[in-house]
């Protein structure tokens, strides 16, 4: 079911009974230190949490697991076993009858910093904050299959997105960056309170009929697909009309602007002025991008 597409590298997948095909990278190039196997040993750990951890109580495939990227670029580290960073997440799923995988996620947290000592077991407790590195792990976990099951039914992932908001609320009187709203308007706690403001449901609801009601149809037929993912711009519009430049919109057209460019060059020219419009208004800051699709 899972196919490579895009310009995203996907590990290929063994055998899984679990959730998660997360590929970890760990970029180190910033940080001077002789020891560079702590490095290596944190894209192993980190991989292993994720993709051999429970998630939830389905049942999975080997061909319904989902594939995932998490790159982490370490910027500094202070002192020893104490690092800063940045974590780019990536997630896809296929598109049904085709050698297509679209992007889900494409999010970057610019602040993370944790404690790393090697061999050291990474534990976690959903109902309590243990570490900066499993709670954050755990949370892009919950996300990314939230997002994944929100495209297969309309607001599946909401169980999902509700641990990782357990996540957040229990991070809370940390005093590591990223989960609290003042922090910063694009961090964790932003995304999952967008995911639940209920001014935003649209975006939520758009990415079920953007997905399972138009990119999954569109070899069978293309003309009700592309009807179908310009009513679910229209909905992501009227989203970001009340809550403008939200960071669900602007995540959701990080990972989808260029895919929306190729799909609709191929439209007639109405069709074209019409994801033109939509989308300008929507990705301001591409605009003069999308306007290859009226030219």
Not at 21 to 35: D, G, M, P, W
Request: net charge negative.
């Amino acid at each position: 079911m899972k196919i490579l597409g895009l310009a995203l590298i996907f590990i290929a997948s063994i055998s899984f009974s679990q959730e998660l095909n997360c590929r970890v990278i760990v970029n180190a190039l910033q940080v001077q230190t002789t020891e560079r196997a702590v490095f290596t040993e944190m894209e192993t750990e980190f991989a292993q949490f994720l993709n051999t951890t429970k998630w939830t109580n389905d049942a999975f495939e080997e061909e319904e697991v989902i594939n995932c990227n998490l790159v982490i670029t370490i910027s500094e580290m202070p002192s020893i076993g104490v690092f800063k960073a940045s974590v780019q997440v990536l997630s896809s799923r296929p598109v049904y009858g085709s050698g297509y995988e679209t992007v889900l996620i494409n999010f970057a947290d610019r602040d993370w910093d944790f404690e790393y000592v090697q061999s050291q077991p990474l534990r976690f407790n959903e109902n309590t904050f243990t570490s900066n590195i499993t709670s954050m792990l755990a949370y892009y976990a919950y996300m990314i299959i939230g997002f994944d099951y929100d495209t297969f039914s309309e607001m599946g992932g909401t169980p999902h997105f509700q641990n990782a908001f357990k996540i957040v609320n229990n991070a809370q009187q940390t005093s590591y960056t990223g989960w609290q709203q003042f922090n910063s308007v694009r961090n964790r706690y932003w995304l999952i309170e967008n995911v639940q403001n209920p001014q935003l449901e649209p975006i939520r609801k758009a990415l079920y009929n953007y997905h399972r009601n138009g990119l999954d149809i569109i070899t069978k037929d293309r003309q009700q697909a592309e009807k179908v993912i310009l009513q679910a711009l229209s909905d992501i519009q009227r989203a970001n009309r009340a809550r403008p430049r939200s960071i669900l919109t602007i995540s959701f057209m990080d990972a989808k602007s260029g895919e929306l460019q190729q799909l609709f060059s191929e439209s007639n020219l109405a069709t074209r002025r019409q994801a033109y419009n939509l989308l300008s208004n929507i990705d301001p800051s591409r605009t003069d991008e999308y306007k290859a699709l009226i030219e």
